[in-house]
């Protein structure tokens, strides 16, 4: 008799964007008219830069040729790209990678969720509250669940504090998703300082980094001294170039970063990703890798920064209006995401006053864990005029 | 302390394709004039067909401009090509599908792999022998080593056996990777009641199936009653429509297609498959889909047709050349793969054979399994031209 993975049975099936919805669609079915603007769902708005686009139709046309036509590439992505990303995501910032601990995939959703494949069952696992729900998913999938919290509050600056349980894999996603907020290099470095007394793994989730703006924030791990030994980091495209519908994302695995069996013999996990990877994978579309490389042009640095720049004005817009109504605003200087402190502890409640009195869509803070109650999330994807619009309407 | 998932040490490495590469590379330094015919592995050769090539520029256009820029889709593929596949695919075979059983995603290595995600520890797996290495790879670094084999010889016609253990799990691959032969209706109607007596589940893997010309070769397994209960498809365009760079496939998983848990209790795969994508996918590329879309208009299907039977027609060059010169040999009708019985038992011998008397690189079927002993696997990706030269040569 076939047997199911009874953990799948263990998940809190998560009903927050399905309430979300239901709750929009039950207002506007009874209010058809109301102008509704979305700031929940943190997903892209402006189309891809010229460069991609450019990038993608040559990269069809080869197809199109049996001269230049590609099929099978490497499971871990073009050196093309790879090399771009060495020299101008690290080596400008100081940290050395060669292009075989840099994997291309096609999501950082795909890749925090799949890294659970080479970790053993007996890990305990510490994520922060609020927390995106993925890395508790995966771990309860795959029959772990040991999992520590570690509560980002305005009470602790949104620093996360060290786990009092011994530990094994931190999750810690900064830029933060949902609040927003930075940790600066020290205490970043607090982290890699534990993992390296305590032989633990990070998984640094650097999706947000492209929306880094001050200085002593580190955009990647590896700036932290140390790191490369107890961390893999996770880098996406998704929302730097828009490329949420388009797929490209990578993830780096330095050969030094290390695991042990029961035994305490040490494993280069570089090594093990690459097998799960070449396994279970069978690389990105040629097209988008292409796409992923014309980032890396002058004129495709200059068009993401372009819109990156058009969603920190938007977040900035959104935090200057907020505070000048008084409301207490965290976040949206170094990410796109601005999380707001709601006047009464109930996050639902202010959804539905947002929703109803302003038409304006949020995420409730609840939906990300037990921390997140008396906040909501309010996202900088909106176009400029709507929101502007929705600063004016609180 | 980190630990790692240990059953990753268990895995043996594939020297298959790596051992190929240090021989070709070998013989290659030495008669650096040497025209080599590669017909080892299974990549396609031929372009794009137009239909794919228009639409991926339509779309890429459409990703340029705001009004038409896409974000996050469903992470279960586009309705437009679930549509597609539920109407063309399947529909014309009588075949009942809803658009809810049909999961697009990157491809048939991903989705034959990942499956193992929502299946218990405490399966017995049986697998063709000889066999496509991911379906073993997978399951071991699962945790599941309790394997049985079948073999698929000339013998019994490869046609496998039904295992004598009691299995909950059986990988079908037909037409088969790498014996190119075929299961006829009645002979896979022999593992669907297996199935159904045993409540057992059947993974398979159709991504061939555009290859078959004979009548009487079941397309899809749910052209047998009673197989939506039991079987998982996964089929690809990989092959079909050379997409092996492009990569999209997609995986069916019927709504009364069930596991259990250890008090028997039945459950819907199709929920945890879903539940499984939702969590760890973000969905197929929009560009590729539509790409996939435009092979089931009617110009997208005669131009993979055309693609098609140009490989058809290179296996039958293979096929009568090689029995012509006296070999035996199985497979390329219903396959781009021919397995050559070798004059002598030693499949590595005569890979070797080929290579240096013939310049001409096959694999050797050894690399499949214990039983693939004594076969050679040809491919027909090769062009028209130098599939006749090879034959020439022999």
Known sequence: MIQINENFTKLS????????????KAYTSENPNADIIKMGIGDVTLPLPKACIEAMHKAVDEMAVKETFRGYG?????????????????????????????????????????????L???????????????????????GRQNIVYMPVTK???????????DVSVLYLCFPNNPTGTVLKKDELKVFVDYALKHKALILFD????????????????????????????FRSYSKTAGFTGTRCSYTVVPKECTGYDKNGKAFSLNHFWKRRQCTKFNGTPYIIQRAAEAIYTPEGSSQVMEIINYY??????????????????????????????????DSWKFFDYLLKEKNIVTTPGAGFGKSGEGYIRLTAFNTKEKTIEAMERI
């Open 74 to 118: 490497p499971e871990q992505g073009y050196e093309f790209l790879q090399e771009k990303i060495r020299d101008f995501d690290f080596a400008t910032r100081g940290v050395t990678l060669s292009n075989d601990e840099i994997f291309i995939s096609d999501g950082a959703k795909s890749d925090t969720g799949n890294i659970t494949d080479i």
């Open 312 to 345: 920190l004005n938007n977040a900035k817009i959104i935090r200057e209006g907020l505070t000048k109504k008084g409301f207490e605003v965290f976040g949206g200087v170094n990410s796109p995401y601005i999380w707001l402190k709601t006047p009464e502890k």
């Open 206 to 233: 650097a999706a947000y980094e492209a929306f880094i703006t001050e200085d002593n924030v580190p955009h990647s791990i590896y700036e932290i001294e140390g790191a490369k030994e107890v961390a893999i980091e």
């Open 120 to 142: 053993g069952s007996g890990n305990t696992i510490a994520v922060t509250d609020p927390v995106y729900p993925v890395y508790v998913d995966t771990n309860v999938m795959a």
């Open 155 to 165: 009470e602790n600056g949104f620093v996360p504090e060290l786990p009092k349980e």
């Open 13 to 24: 099936e998560s009903y927050l964007f399905t309430e979300i919805a239901r709750r929009v």
